[in-house]
């Protein structure tokens, strides 16, 4: 954890990469912390890429106003090329020294924080993470912005798909986010009352999925959920998956529905809210205690502070009592 000695006069916040409820909240509770602080506060539209292209506005406590409710950010995001060239870097840094900017709070994922180090250690600003992605894929803190109300949006639709595989005897595959990360499939499968969940951590395999399926079948189950990560390793892709079971299993008929970026969208729910809030305050409290290069997290319900190493470098691993679980009550 890095140490800066520059007294901290204003700061200014953006948010990277792919959206997720609860980036608004935290976006409103940075501004009025350096409010409360009596330090300048900056938005920065669409992420690293208008911290190249200079596209700043000056914030108040009143300018964040309202905005606690809604999903997405206001701020925008996007995904910049132009920041992984040493040379727009430079021009992003000399804009915010035009504005004498002393830190920036980026709100974004493992990619975003990559790019934030780089940015810290090349230049003398102080920069601190709070991590805003549905995957919780960050390591270092238990839960991120978002995660919760994806979990919700996902349960409400798993449940409202039970209805009609109830009705009509089917198989129905749920695919949902997460390339790298089971935690929506594994959380959400439990939640909703999934026959079987797929994950990336783990390959079931084909064999044992069909398995599974004909046992159930023969305990008398006419319909069937499975929940499906986008990352899971059976098959190329959820509809070979379904064609598949179909030809094992012709006593089943299999429907795939792919939620997509339903699950990124919707206001952010309470949890995802207090904790946007606490990670904002929290982000300003680091900077004025002269932490740079660390991301604000939650450990047991606790607000810490995790170097951006431990973020970045160590991937976070799958909770294997709740694959116990998970198999214990979906047999």
Do not use: W
Request: proline share 2%; charged share 25%.
């Amino acid at each position: 954890m890095k140490k800066t000695e520059k007294k901290i006069r204003s700061v200014a916040v953006l948010t990277s990469g792919g959206d997720s409820p609860g980036m608004n909240a935290a976006i409103r509770a940075v501004v009025r912390a350096a409010s409360y602080n009596y330090l300048k506060c900056y938005g920065i539209y669409r992420g690293f890429q208008g911290l190249i292209e200079n596209e700043f506005e000056e914030l108040g406590a009143r300018s964040v106003r309202n905005i606690i409710n809604r999903g997405g950010t206001f701020l925008k995001s996007a995904r910049s090329h132009d920041f992984r060239s040493p040379e727009f870097r430079k021009v992003a840094y000399n804009n915010l020294k035009s504005r004498r900017i002393d830190a920036l709070v980026v709100i974004g994922g493992d990619g975003s924080f990559t790019g934030a180090k780089i940015f810290s250690e090349e230049y003398d600003i102080a920069v601190i993470g709070i991590p805003g992605t549905i995957d919780n894929d960050i390591n270092g803190t238990d839960f991120t912005l978002g995660y919760d109300t994806a979990l919700n949006t996902v349960v409400d639709a798993i449940d409202k798909i039970r209805d009609t595989a109830n009705s009509h005897d089917r198989l129905f595959l749920i695919e949902v986010m997460g390339r790298d990360a089971g935690d929506i499939a594994l959380n959400s499968g439990i939640a909703a009352g999934a026959e079987e969940i797929l994950i990336p951590e783990e390959n079931l395999g084909m064999d044992r999925l069909v398995e599974s399926l004909h046992k159930s079948r023969i305990a008398g189950k006419t319909s069937s959920i499975v929940v499906v990560a986008e990352g899971d390793q059976i098959g190329k892709n959820i509809t070979e998956l379904a064609e598949n079971l179909e030809r094992d299993l012709p006593q089943y008929e299999c429907k795939v529905t792919v939620l997509g970026h339903i699950q990124r969208g919707g206001s952010p729910s309470c949890y995802d809210r207090v904790l946007a809030s606490r990670m904002g305050v929290g982000a300003i409290d680091a900077l004025l205690e002269g932490d740079t290069n660390v991301m604000i997290g939650v450990s047991h319900s606790k607000i810490v502070r995790v170097p951006f190493e431990t973020a970045i470098d160590f991937k976070k691993t799958i909770d294997t009592d709740l694959i116990r679980v998970a198999d214990i009550i979906s047999s």
